[in-house]
């Protein structure tokens, strides 16, 4: 039984287009992190969301949960190709999703 | 400003081989977790610490050990290699746990690559 789900796996998209990365989790911890991790490197968070409703932005990238549909989403504006990398979401700090590879296409 | 330190970066070994791998943090936090991930995968909890002398299993502990004598370090012993332990190993701190009120991210190690064979 998957705690943690990513979906898509994998994301190639063209720069200027938005896309949202999906998030849904089984664990009973409402607290949902979103890390990224570039080819060969170490993971670098992004965003904590602690509470229902919770949404954090930080310049293209915006991060949402919601709770009572056990789901968070990671959404991406006008896509740029510096954006190219994992992005991983967390439950809590035990149970990590397999990562979405978004490339983005110049 | 150091971090999460993680040594070595890369390691062979053979089947049966043991192997320490270190990790230290000089942000003074009291929590601490040894992950492994696979390719193409997400990480696997293998063991995490609460504060010194305090550790408890995660998701994948079998064929590992930890110990806490320090908050700065959190080394992991690998005692007999098995191929099936090929994988890149990150540690992680964090100020914060679960069971707080506030929480906080967590800060990773660059990793090690391991490969036994």
């Known amino acids: 039984e998957l705690k943690v789900e990513q979906n898509p796996l994998f994301l190639s998209m063209q720069e200027g287009k938005n896309y949202t990365i999906y998030c849904n989790y089984s664990t009973t911890s409402d607290r949902l992190y979103w890390y990224r991790q570039d080819p060969g490197k170490s993971l670098e968070s992004l965003f904590v969301?602690?509470?229902?409703?919770a949404v954090k932005q930080e310049g293209r990238l915006m991060a949402s949960l919601d709770t009572k549909a056990r789901l968070s989403t990671l959404h991406i504006t006008a896509a740029v190709h510096d954006l190219s990398a994992t992005y991983f979401c967390a439950s809590n700090k035990f149970y990590f999703g397999s990562g979405t590879k978004l490339n983005v296409k110049p | 400003n150091a971090g999460v330190t993680q040594t070595p970066k890369f390691r062979i070994l053979k089947i049966g081989q043991s192997m320490t791998l270190q990790c230290t943090q000089d942000m003074n936090h009291n929590y601490m977790y040894w992950y492994r991930q696979d390719p193409g995968m997400g990480l696997k909890l293998i063991y995490y610490s609460v504060g010194a002398g305090i550790t408890d299993k995660g998701e994948v502990p079998n064929g590992y050990n930890v110990s806490r004598s320090t908050t700065e370090d959190f080394p992991l012993r690998l005692e007999l290699a098995a191929p099936s332990q090929t994988s890149v190993y990150f540690c992680a701190s964090s100020s914060r746990g679960e069971t707080t009120f506030r929480s906080s991210p967590l800060h990773f190690g660059n990793g090690t690559r391991l490969t036994v064979t």
């Open positions: 969301l602690l509470s229902n409703g």
